[in-house]
C-alpha cells in the first residue's frame, strides 16, 4: 500500500517559484493500479519521482507498506536506492553496455545486505524475462531489441526484486499506436497476475481508463479528481476534467428552478433549456455549464425528435468513418460535435434536431471551470 | 546517497521550522562537498597563477623575488618605441596564419565533406596525423628546406634555375606565416569539417528550387549559414597564432621579428631576468587572448540557432565534381604534400646524416644510423623521454578523472552550481601556454609549496592548460548519456559508487579513452609552458629538441630525435583515431 500525504514540491524557473506538486494526497491500496493523469506539467511526473526518491519533495509524507521513506516532519528521506521500489523510465533506459541479462540481473547484484548466488540471480532472471514473454532473450545485446522489447525488458528489470510497488512513467509513449494497444493489455495481465501495486503517469486518458482500477487527475499540481473510471469519465466535477477526458460539447447557462436530491436540474442556455444531472450541490439561478459527450447526443429529423431536451441545429460538416459519422453542427451560436450511427445519416446543409438526455448531460459550477482554466 | 537531492530547494510551508545549522547540513550532502572540493581545487590551479602574474608585473624585480609594488613594468612596456611595432608584428603573424590556415583547411574541409572526389578518407587521415607532429619539430624541418643558407630545396631550386641568390628565406614573416600555417591548417579542416557536415543540402536545395542560381545559393545561403562556423575558426586560429611560441622562437628570433611570446620569453631568461617585464607584456597578451575568446564564444553562443541536423529524414549530399574529380584530388594531395609530406621527409631523411645534405640518390650510399645510435645512448634525451612519457600519462590520466566527476557534477548532480566548475575549467582556454608557464613558475617561487626544479611543477602546468580539454571530451560524453540510465540505476538500489562503476564509467570509457589519449599527445608535444619550468634532470622532450638544436650540435642528432618522438605519437592518433570511430558507431 502506498501512501501519500500532503505532498508540496516547488522548483525555482525562470518566472519565479513554480509549485509543480501543490498539497497532493492519495492511497493505493496494495495490488491495485492507481493512474496519475494529467497534461504535462500538471505535477504528475514530478508527483512520481518524490515517491521514487528522484526529487526531494519540500514537505509532506509517502509511506509504502507502512513504512515511511519520506517525512518532512521527522526530516526523514529514504534514499532511492533504498526503497526497493521498481521503476520503468519513459526513455526505457536500458543499459547498451549489457546484455538483456546483464540488465535484468543488475538490481540483484547491488543488492544490499542479501548477496545473491549465481544461480539465483540466473533463476530470478529468467522467471523475470519468462513474465514479460522474453524468455531466450538473455544473451542477447540491448541494444539489439525492438522498441517493444526494450519496453518488457524494462519491465522485467523493474520487477526483477519483486517489488511491493511499481512506477510506470509514461511508459507506452514511444511506441506506435499498434503496439501501444498490445502493451497496455499485456501490462494489465502483469499488474493482475503479480498483484504488484503499482502507479501509473501518463498524459492519455485512453491508457489511463483501458488500466486504471482508480484514476487521479491532476492539473497544476492539484488534484482535480479521483475515481474509477467510469466515474471520470461519466461524473466529471470541472470543466477541466470534462474537457481532458474524451471530447465533450459544453454550454454555458444558468440554473432554472431547484435542483432535485436526485441531482436532476434544469440549465438555461442560449440555445434552450437543457435537462441535466448535477453531481455537486448548486444553487437557483448559479451560472453554470452543461457537459455533453459528442457519443451522447442524438442526432434526428427536426420533427422526429421525441424525448430529452430538443435543441434545432444544422449541419456544418460531416465525416464518414465507417461504424460512426462525426458532425459539426451549428446550434444557436455554437458549434457541436455529434457522433452518430451511420444509419442517422445527414448531408451538409441539412435541418436537425438534437436529443440530450438527463442521464448523459452532467451539470458543472461554472466557478469552478473558470478556476481551473486559469491554472491549466 | 542520492544526489537528486541538490537539485533546487526551497523552503516549503514547513521549511521555516529549519534552522540554519540544519539547512547547511541538508544541503551538504555528498554532492555538493565533493563540488567544493572540485571547484576549490580547480580554482587554485587556475587562478594562482594568475594571481601571481598580476603580483609579479606590478612588483619590483629584487634579486630576492617580486619586491615593492611599481607601475613601471608597465611604463617600461608602453614607453617602450617598438611596442607599436611588437604589437603589428604579433597580429600581422596571428592575422596572416589565421587566414592561410583557414584557406588551406577550408579547401580540405570542403573536399572531404561535401565532393566526391577521391582519396577523401585519406585526407581526414593526414589531417590528424599531423596533430601527431610537434610544431618544434615541424619548424625546424622548414629551416632544413627554405633556410637561405642550408635550405636543400633552396639548394636545389638555385641549381635547376640557375639562380645567385636562395629563391625562399624561411627566416621572413611570410615563412613563419607558412610553417605555422602548414602545422595548424589541419585545425582549420577539423573545425570546418563539422560544419560543412551539419548543412542540410535541403536548405540549399529549396533556395535551388526557389530559383536561385549557384552562386545566389552559396552567397545567399550557404555562407550565411556558415557565417558563425567561419567567425568562430576564425578567432580561434588568430589566437592560435597569438600564443605560438615554436615558430617565433626558431623563425622570428634570427629574423629580428619579435612577438609578445619570444618577448615575455627572453624577459625572463636575461640575466638578471626581468620577471616583472615579462609579466607586464604577459597581461597585455593575455588580454588580446581574452578578448579574442569572448568574441569567440559569443560567435559560437548562437551556432546553435544555425544547428540544421534535422534527425532522421537528413541525408548529406554530395557534389558531384565530374571532370574536376582528379585535378581537385591532386590539388590537395600536392597541399598536403607541400604542407605535411615535405617536412616530415626532410626529419627523416636528415635524420640519417650527420652534417646536411642534400637529398640525392648519391647519398644513400652516406647513410647511417649513428645519429640513432647517439641519441638512444645519450642520457640526458633518454631522462627526457622518461620525463614526457610520465608526465603525459599523470596528466592525462588526473585531467580525465577529475573533469569527470566535475563534469558529472556540473551536468547532473548540483546543476545550479555547475557553472562555477565550467567556468574554472574553461579559464585556461584564453591563456597562452606560455603564460601558465610564466606565472606557475612566478607563483610556486614565491609559494612555499617546494615544487620548483621537480617533475611536478611541470605536471601542474600540464594539468592546468589540459582542464578544457578534459572537460569538453567528458562533459559532452555525460551529456551524450540519458539521465534516466542512471536513475534507473538508482531505483534498482546502485548507490553513487556502483553508478559510477557500472554504468557511467563503461558507458563514458571511449570518451574517457579518447581524451586521455588527446591529451597525452598533447603533453608530449609541450614546449611553451615546460621552456619556464624545467631545469637540469627535468628536461622534457621539448626543451632537450630545442637545447640540442640552439646548440648547434647535430641537425641530424635532432632529426634522428624528431623522428623517434613522432612515430609513437602517430601510433598514438591512429588508436585515438579508432576510439573515435568506435564511439561513433555506438551513437
Known sequence: MLVVENLRKSFMAQNGLVHAVDGVSFTVESGK???LLGPSGCGKTTT???????????????????????????????????RGIGMVFQSYAIWPHMSVFENVAFPLRVAKGRKHSRAEIAEKVKVALEKVRLGGYEGRSATQLSGGQQQRLALA?????????????????????????????????????LGVTTLYVTHDQAEALALSDEVLVMSGGKVMQRGNPTDIYRRPNSEFVADFIGSTNLLPGRVEGAVGADGKGVVRTEEGAVHCTFFQPIANGAEALVSVRPEDIFITAPNAARSGSVLPAKVENRVFLGEVIDYIVRCGTRDLRVRAKPEQDFAIGADVALELYVDRCVGLRADDSRKTQIQT | MAYSDSVQQTPGPSGAEYGFAARLGRWLTPTNVILIVCALIAAWLVLVPLAALFYTAFAEDTPYGPGAFTLQNFVDVLTDRYLGDLFMKSLIFAGGTAIVTFALGTAVAWVVERTDAPGRGWFHGFALLSFAVPGLLTTMAWILIFSPNIGWLNGELKNWF??????????????????????????????????????????????????ANNYQVATRVTMPLLRPAILSTLLLLFIRGMESFEVPRLLGLPARIFVFTTQIQSATSNAPPQFGLAGAHGIILLLICVIGVYLYRRSTRNAEAFATITGKGYQPTTVRLGVWRWPVFIGIAVMFFAALGLPLFTLVWQSFFRNVTLPSFDAFSTMSWENYNIILHYPIFLNAVKNSVMLGAMAATIVVLFTMVMAWIAHRAAKQYGWILDVLTFVP????????GASILFAYLVIPIHVYNTIWILLIAYVTMNLPYGMRFTSSGIMQIHKELEEVAQMSGANLLQIFQRVLLPLLAPVLIAAWLYI???AVRELSASIFLSGPGTHVLGTISLTMWEEGGSFGAVCALGVIQILPLILIVMAMRWVEMRVGKRH
Open chain 2, 162 to 211: 640557375g639562380l645567385e641568390k636562395a629563391p625562399f628565406n624561411i627566416y621572413s614573416m611570410g615563412g613563419m606565416i607558412w610553417a605555422l600555417s602548414s602545422h595548424y591548417f589541419p585545425l582549420a579542416y577539423l573545425l570546418m569539417g563539422p560544419a560543412f557536415r551539419v548543412l542540410d543540402t535541403r536548405m540549399e536545395e529549396a533556395a535551388v528550387m526557389s530559383g
Open chain 1, 33 to 35: 493500479l492507481l493512474t
Open chain 2, 520 to 522: 597525452f599527445v598533447l
Open chain 1, 48 to 82: 512520481l519521482r518524490c515517491i521514487a526518491g528522484l526529487e526531494r519533495p519540500d514537505s509532506g509524507r509517502i509511506s509504502i507498506d507502512g513504512h515511511d521513506v519520506f517525512n518532512s516532519e521527522r526530516g526523514l528521506f529514504v534514499p532511492p536506492n533504498e
Open chain 1, 157 to 193: 528489470r523493474g520487477l526483477v526484486r519483486e517489488p511491493g510497488l511499481l512506477l510506470l512513467d509514461e511508459p507506452l509513449s514511444n511506441l506506435d499506436a499498434k503496439l501501444r494497444e498490445q502493451m497496455r493489455f499485456e501490462l494489465k495481465r502483469l499488474q493482475l497476475e
Open chain 2, 429 to 436: 582556454i584564453a591563456i597562452p601556454s606560455i603564460i601558465i
